[in-house]
């Protein structure tokens, strides 16, 4: 089994900052890609960024400048840095990941169970 744990979504005022962390644990080979998206009530899933495995990132025009993905590839943990908050970017964020669970297979993609971020005064 493979596991993606969210943390560190809350409630922050306009113009402040938020670290998200996503651990992946389980039987696991090697990660490919990571990513954050986020998806409002009634509307799709957006992409808010993603990252290679060997490091190259892609982000939305909407975030670009204010937030920042990472990744930690010996602890299998993607980062994303919420700088500049606007309430805008309230919504429920989800990590995914694209695992190789055993050598000479295809990865399969696997999501967080997302977590609540609140942007307000």
């Known amino acids: 089994q493979v596991q993606l744990v969210e943390s560190g979504g809350g409630l922050v005022q306009p113009g402040g900052s938020l670290r998200l962390s996503c651990a992946a644990s389980?039987?696991?080979?090697?990660?490919?890609?990571m990513g954050w998206y986020r998806q409002a009530p009634g509307k799709e899933r957006e992409l808010v960024a993603t990252?290679?495995?060997?490091?190259?990132?892609n982000y939305a025009d909407s975030v670009k400048g204010r937030f920042t993905i990472s990744r930690d590839n010996a602890k299998n943990t993607v980062y994303l840095q919420m700088n500049s908050l606007k309430p805008e970017d309230t919504t429920v964020y989800y990590c995914?990941?694209?695992?190789?669970?055993?050598?000479?297979?295809?990865?399969?993609?696997?999501w967080g169970q997302g977590t609540q971020v609140t942007v307000s005064s």
């Open positions: 990252i290679t495995s060997g490091g190259s990132t």
């Open positions: 995914n990941a694209d695992i190789v669970r055993y050598v000479a297979t295809d990865y399969v993609r696997y």
């Open positions: 389980g039987s696991i080979f090697s990660i490919n890609g």
